[in-house]
């Protein structure tokens, strides 16, 4: 299996442009997570999906924050307007029946740096 | 906040050492994971052991879980210089079992 597949792998950008970064979950998983590294706060849970819904945005920080999920193949995190602040490792990670008593499946992740 | 508290911080070893890192958690759970992150990578599930296990061996890995002090260890004998990676603990968040609360890491360097 290819694993989970992040894109862009780095990303700079202007502060206030639009950023969007996407993911490809593992084909049969249907629980799908994204995640934010950084050195301060460790690895933040954003929101997760559960059969292509969303279950929990509480880790969303702002309202600049979306994510989409229009299949079981494809996600998409949004950043609009991005900031500084938002500069951080973001990771999507997969897996199967539930995401905390199965391993998941992470990706490489999106290395962002907002100028 | 994070659940789980790994110690020590960072870890230097020489090849063929074992390396042991510790893991404190604050709720019940019924499962605990490790995972490792090499620099640059997403991170990789090792183990997971379950509240009714105490101990658990994959390869060259040891897991060890003692609920009654919410806490767990990892061990990696005879360490390599592929070793090096950062080490990370996960357990279920509260009652929801669908997510994991992932530790502060343990950084493992092992000189060859």
């Known amino acids: 299996d290819a694993g989970v597949i992040q894109s862009p792998r780095h990303e700079v950008t202007e502060m206030g442009q639009e950023v969007t970064l996407r993911c490809k979950p593992i084909?049969?998983?249907?629980?799908l997570f994204w995640y934010r590294q950084t050195m301060m706060r460790g690895l933040e849970l954003l929101i997760y999906?559960?059969?292509?819904?969303?279950?929990?945005d509480s880790g969303m920080p702002e309202d600049r924050f979306s994510a989409k999920m229009p299949n079981a193949s494809f996600s998409t995190l949004k950043i609009q307007p991005s900031e500084p602040r938002d500069s951080a490792v973001y990771f999507c990670?997969?897996?199967?029946?539930?995401?905390?008593?199965?391993?998941?499946?992470f990706g490489d992740g999106t290395r962002l740096s907002i100028l | 906040s994070q659940q789980g508290e790994e110690d020590p911080q960072a870890l230097s070893i020489q090849e063929g050492e074992n390396a042991t890192m510790n893991c404190s958690y604050k709720?019940?759970?019924?499962?605990l994971q490790w995972y490792r992150q090499n620099s640059g990578r997403g991170l990789v599930h090792l183990i997971l052991?379950?509240?009714?296990?105490r101990e658990k061996h994959s390869g060259r890995l040891r897991v060890t879980l003692d609920t009654s002090k919410k806490s767990s260890s990892l061990l990696i004998t005879a360490s390599r210089a592929a070793d090096t990676a950062s080490y990370f603990c996960?357990?279920?968040?509260?009652?929801?079992?669908?997510?994991?609360?992932f530790g502060t890491g343990t950084r493992l360097q092992v000189f060859p």
């Open positions: 709720t019940s759970i019924n499962n």
């Open positions: 996960a357990t279920p968040f509260g009652g929801n079992t669908d997510k994991l609360i």
């Open positions: 052991i379950r509240s009714n296990e």
């Open positions: 990670a997969s897996s199967f029946r539930t995401g905390g008593s199965q391993p998941q499946h």
């Open positions: 999906f559960n059969n292509n819904v969303p279950i929990d």
């Open positions: 084909s049969g998983h249907d629980y």
